[in-house]
């Protein structure tokens, strides 16, 4: 039935939102759902991305403080990353569906390694700031933040995890100033590849007002939930489904 469709995505997304918040991973749930659903995985994909866009606000909103005296930044940053995003939303929307498809495995798996090391590579961001005296980069950071929201337009599956990485390789600030840099990042990339999107007939907007008022709850939830919660073991719990989604998808 319909509705219990609603539901499964309502669920998964509020889901999605409250881990996107205690430790990130959301995407490993509600695209892997939305195919289950009965989406083809472009449009799921898509939807996806659309449903998303407000939990990436959200994050933006949460850290605007962090965001003061990086405004020359965020003018190098921002149009790398919008220019990006619709590189990568183009090439969804142009190249033949079954590319993606064919793709799905090894972007569902890359983004699963991903969310195993982004704990290892929160912690050597730290180190790094410790030892290192690193001057900044400014167009090594805007072609690797360019080429990120490529692939954040394209699947954006812990796209988050890459961009600190390079952040830290070519920014030197603290981890929580570049973390709301990195905030700005995905939510530009995202924004830019979802405005693409929206003139797309792959997108089932019933499914992203439903997922997106729900992935805003559980975000709220999860916030509630820091403390309570253990980041790692949900982490590692996500990292465990999207293996098995991953396996899945390479049997099929």
Avoid: C
Wanted: no cysteine.
């Amino acid at each position: 039935m319909v509705w219990t469709n609603y539901l499964l995505a309502a669920l998964g997304a509020f889901a999605a939102g409250a881990i996107n918040a205690l430790a990130g991973g959301g995407t490993l749930i509600t695209f892997p759902l939305l195919v289950a659903l009965g989406l083809p995985p472009v449009s799921a994909n898509i939807t996806n991305t659309l449903a998303l866009i407000p939990g990436y606000f959200g994050g933006v909103h949460a850290q605007r403080i962090d965001l003061a005296g990086q405004k020359q930044r965020l003018w190098k940053v921002i149009p790398a990353a919008a220019l990006g995003g619709i590189v990568g939303g183009l090439l969804l929307l142009l190249l033949d569906k079954k590319v993606f498809e064919q793709l799905v495995p090894f972007l569902v798996l890359l983004a699963t390694l991903l969310l195993a090391v982004g704990e290892p590579l929160r912690n050597w961001v730290v180190r790094q700031q410790n030892t290192d005296q690193k001057h900044e980069s400014t167009w090594m950071a805007i072609l690797l933040v360019f080429l990120a929201s490529v692939y954040g337009g394209y699947f954006g599956g812990v796209m988050s995890v890459i961009v600190l990485a390079i952040l830290n390789l070519t920014v030197s600030d603290n981890l929580t100033r570049l973390n709301a840099l990195k905030q700005v990042i995905a939510f530009t990339a995202n924004l830019a590849a979802a405005l693409l999107f929206i003139f797309s007939r792959e997108v089932a907007w019933g499914y992203v007002v439903v997922m997106a008022a729900a992935a805003l709850l559980g975000g709220a939830a999860g916030g509630r939930l820091a403390g309570r919660v253990k980041p790692g073991v949900l982490r590692w719990i996500v990292v465990g489904i999207g293996l098995v989604v991953a396996l899945i998808y390479f049997v099929k």
